[in-house]
């Protein structure tokens, strides 16, 4: 293997260099074999205090395999994409297939599952590519500016950024289906921090990412939201602990969201380690919950035009009116529970499919969150979470926590050092409103909402 | 010390096609515009990971990364860029991109590489031969067993053995040179454990920079999978963790996750260096009770932490960062050490040739006091015994930080009584340490577990802690 990476030339890897490497396999002895290429672009650009901090530009590639004997199967990946790389690809897999063990519900989907949705879903823009350095860095140093001008007490910062990146992935198998999808993104973001004269140092942030350079919110307004995110923690203190009702807003209560992706995970489910597992059909939450997943929403953050298996993905209610309707699976789990698959595949360069909600959301209700805050006599505005403090198992859910004091429907003061706990399984029951103000930052987005029964630990 | 191994050298040069002239030709570039350093992260990383799953291996894979990573630094600026096709002219085209940081005449690169002698801290097997993968699977296998075997409650294994083997090979314009080449193996277990409606989970596992027969010796399956079982049956019968300020009792071990969060990563120099830590400027002042000693420390034999040399090609040390109580020093790499004129620690760490390097924790523990662990118990009315922790956070501006237990105990009048539920810990970086009032004879380091993340990037850790006694701090249950 001399040299080996060398051996590639610079030319865009095709379709057919994919079907090609499933030939390999095919021809190596599997039965059946998926092979995915993945390359990505990228460009960072951090100006702190003004001065630019790190430039980053680069791009990388890389090949999958999965093959099939039998019910056994076995997974490669590679960065060398020479033919002496492709190669070694393929006879690995092939070396490691004999090792597994015959399982019947291996394998790839049945052909008439295949599909994708027409055209590219408005996920690749070429704009964001488009600003020469200095402009680049210049929205960077435009975003901080924005921030550190705001408040007199803030005087420092971790930074002002703008990040663009591009990927391009092909899946192929030898059941015929052969998938190309192109993506972008970029963002913008500020995180100042600012001291009280006590000398307490808070930080926040706040970001705009986006497909497109051109959807992009201004500099300026990213700056402004991020410092008044920051400002507004200054002082903040610890509360007695306490049963009050909770306010999330939408950036936190999005986490609660995740929690549930994690809890109709099919591999959680047929494995019985999700609080939701076994429970389609019955009511799990309160008659207000209405939960879509929606890979096929344009431009989408969670949008495909196919699953990380090939299957066309697809928009379904996993939770309607409080009943939950359907698991998020891919065609193992699906096979696993005797269901069909949802087209929630996720495929990696290496291992099994995984599974993951396309564009994930609570539908909106009817309340501003300012009607929502104005109906709570005491309680908590929760605005950040740190932690890992989920346990899909048993749904025990329990955050560290800061946010502000709502006091007679008004937001009073900050608070920090807490915690917030309940149990998701009550917790789905317990949402006394949701908010109108359900806007898309990432794949996952939910509304403000108001949760009943939880604890604060303080004091 | 031993000299560094020469066949890491060999592999770059013979397999890759990477030779001294290449390095000297591509650091030139990178230092073409000026800058006051350069440096190039050759790496190439083997990984391969096994799966048992309801009974059945139901996953094999492996994968071959390689890349180069091209920095260039003026000041305090950073020009990065890598690619994964390391022939001459992608080389040089990068290291190009990187120079575009500085805007200078060109500058030289030091004539000739000085080559870092290695500490010898772990051995090297010979990689992927199909007995080695058999005997692989033959761990976990043993592992599912010994879980099943342990309680006819438990319903559900997963056992899984991963594994992987980086070589690295890092040149600078300062002469620098270091080669290493890095095992790190795992073997963990996981379970579902139920009756009637109710679940609960547990979860167990350890290795470190260590070959196959750790596993067949020092820590077996049946070792990792009872010790998973046990937790997840003991989680059946736990009742809602108490909520609010109390007394907390840390077991020796993982729980020293807490000085990971709490101080750790306090202390990284790039965040003192801005001025964006809580701690930054404490350096002589009482940052924890004078009970409390803790150290970073990327030089024990075999640890999961451990590395002969840092992702720059330094020595990694002891380096002490609170002394009885007072903080004494921060982790550095060496662009925080030039620019603070502080000493490089060898805490330069990055995940892979895809990232600038920045300092991140190796072994992080707190040394054993003089206190009896049962004692410890005994000196507690009401509060909490926490053995086992899933991960933690910490917010380094606020200091606040959080880490969730996984296996806990109520503590009422000086006795361990009723497991309870998982519960989320908060604490204040710089003030929780204060309140340490007792410190156990029984330090003990984790048993190779830890991932610890920081501005995206992922990196091998490891903790430790005696048993400790904290006379308070918030515990974030439902209960009374």
């Known amino acids: 293997m001399k040299n080996a990476t060398v051996t590639v030339s610079e030319h865009e890897i095709s379709t057919e260099f994919v079907t090609d490497v499933v030939t390999k396999a095919l021809k190596a002895g599997a039965g059946d074999a998926e092979a995915v290429f993945s390359e990505g672009d990228e460009f960072e650009t951090l100006v702190r205090l003004g001065q630019v901090e790190q430039l980053k530009e680069a791009g990388s590639r890389a090949a999958g395999l999965r093959v099939f004997q039998g019910n056994r199967t076995a997974s490669t990946s590679t960065s060398d994409l020479s033919s002496t790389g492709i190669e070694q690809l393929v006879s690995g897999a092939m070396a490691l297939v004999q090792v597994t063990s015959e399982d019947p519900f291996a394998g790839l989907p049945e052909p008439e599952e295949f599909g994708k949705l027409a055209g590219d879903l408005d996920l690749y823009y070429d704009d964001v590519y488009s600003l020469p350095a200095a402009e680049r860095i210049e929205y960077a140093r435009r975003t901080e500016a924005a921030a550190m001008a705001a408040d007199a007490r803030i005087q420092n910062s971790g930074g002002g950024s703008f990040d663009a990146a591009t990927g391009r992935k092909i899946l192929a198998n030898s059941r015929g289906f052969v998938g190309e999808v192109r993506r972008s993104s970029c963002s913008i973001a500020a995180q100042p921090i600012a001291m009280s004269p006590d000398g307490g140092m808070q930080r926040d942030y706040w970001y705009s990412s986006q497909r497109s350079l051109g959807l992009l919110d201004s500099p300026e307004s990213v700056g402004l939201e991020a410092a008044r995110r920051t400002v507004r923690k200054l002082g903040a203190r610890k509360v007695p602990t306490q049963r009050v009702p909770l306010v999330f807003a939408p950036e936190v209560a999005s986490s609660i969201l995740g929690a549930i992706v994690g809890a109709i995970n099919g591999n959680a489910v047929y494995r019985s380690s999700s609080f939701l597992a076994g429970k389609l059909g019955e009511r799990v939450g309160g008659k207000n919950l209405t939960i879509i997943d929606d890979g096929t929403t344009r431009g989408g953050f969670g949008s495909a035009p196919f699953d990380g298996e090939g299957l066309p993905t697809r928009r379904k209610a996993v939770l309607d009116q409080g009943v939950l309707t359907s698991y998020l699976l891919n065609t193992y789990t699906a096979r696993k529970l005797g269901l069909r698959s949802t087209g929630n595949a996720s495929r990696g360069l290496a291992g099994s499919p995984g599974i993951s909600c396309g564009n994930f959301y609570l539908e909106p209700g009817e309340k501003t969150p300012e009607e929502i805050l104005a109906a709570i006599p005491a309680g908590l505005y929760v605005t950040d979470l740190i932690g890992h403090g989920v346990n899909i198992v048993t749904g025990d859910y329990s955050h560290g926590a800061s946010g502000l004091w709502i006091e007679n429907g008004e937001l009073a003061y900050p608070v920090e050092e807490i915690t917030v706990a309940g149990n998701l399984k009550e917790m789905l029951h317990n949402i006394s409103s949701i908010g109108s103000d359900l806007i898309f930052r990432s794949a996952v987005a939910c509304p403000t909402i108001a949760i009943e029964g939880m604890t604060i630990a303080g004091e | ?480």
């Not at chain 2, 397999?15 to 350093?37: K, P, T, V």
């Not at chain 2, 060898?346 to 662990?373: C, F, K, V, W």
């Open chain 2, 1 to 480: 010390m031993q000299p560094a191994s020469p066949d890491t050298r060999k592999f770059f040069y013979e397999h890759l096609g990477i030779n001294e002239q290449l390095l000297e030709q591509c650091l030139s570039a990178a230092l073409s515009a000026g800058g006051d350093y350069a440096d190039l992260y050759f790496e190439y990383v083997t990984a391969s990971s096994l799966m048992v799953d309801e009974s059945l291996v139901k996953s094999a894979s492996q994968g071959i990364s390689a890349g180069c990573g091209l920095r260039v630094v003026s000041g305090e600026r950073t020009g990065y860029a890598y690619t994964d096709d390391l022939s001459p002219e992608r080389l040089l085209r990068a290291a190009h991109t990187a120079a575009l940081i500085a805007s200078g005449p060109s500058k030289q690169p030091v004539q000739g590489f000085r080559e870092s002698p290695s500490a010898g801290l772990y051995t090297v097997a010979s990689p992927g031969s199909d007995s080695e993968t058999s005997a692989k699977l033959a761990l976990i296998q043993r592992a599912d067993r010994a879980a099943r075997a342990y309680d006819a409650r438990i319903v559900q294994v997963q056992a899984s053995f991963a594994d992987e083997l980086r070589r690295i090979l890092v040149a600078a314009s300062d002469g620098s040179f270091a080669t290493d080449t890095q095992p790190l193996a795992r073997l963990n277990v996981s379970m579902i454990a139920k009756e009637g409606d109710n679940i609960a989970r547990g979860s167990s596992g350890g290795g470190g920079r260590v070959l196959l027969d750790f596993f067949l010796t020092d820590k077996t399956p049946e070792y990792f999978a009872t010790e998973a079982a046990r937790q997840a049956v003991l989680q059946l019968g736990a009742v809602p963790a108490p909520a609010g300020e109390m007394p907390v009792v840390l077991g020796p071990g993982w729980p020293g996750v807490l000085l990971h969060e709490a101080v750790g990563h306090g202390l990284e120099a790039d965040f003192n260096r801005k001025k964006t830590s809580a701690f930054a400027g404490l350096i002589g002042q009482m940052v924890a009770s004078p009970k409390v000693t803790v150290v970073d420390n990327g030089a024990m034999p075999n640890r999961r932490g451990s590395l002969n040399v840092d992702d720059e090609g330094s020595p990694t040390q002891e380096t002490v960062l609170i002394e009885n109580g007072v903080l004494k020093g921060y982790m550095s790499d060496k662009l925080s050490a030039r620019l603070m004129g502080i000493a490089d620690t060898g805490n330069g760490r990055r995940e892979s040739y895809q990232h600038i390097p920045m300092p991140r924790m190796t072994n992080t523990y707190m040394l054993a006091g003089e206190d009896d662990p049962g004692d410890i118990i005994r000196s507690v009315q009401r509060g909490l015994y926490a053995v086992n922790f899933g991960g933690g956070q910490v917010d380094i501006t606020n200091g606040k930080f959080v880490f969730s237990a996984s296996e806990a105990y109520l503590i009422e009048d000086g006795k361990i009584t009723a497991p309870v539920k998982n519960a989320t810990l908060i604490g204040n970086g710089p003030e929780s340490l204060k309140y340490v009032s007792m410190v156990g004879n029984d330090l003990k380091l984790d048993e190779g577990v830890g991932t610890c993340g920081k501005a995206g990037q992922s990196v091998p850790v490891g903790v430790g802690m005696p048993t400790i006694k904290l006379d308070k701090m918030t515990v974030g249950g439902t209960g009374n």
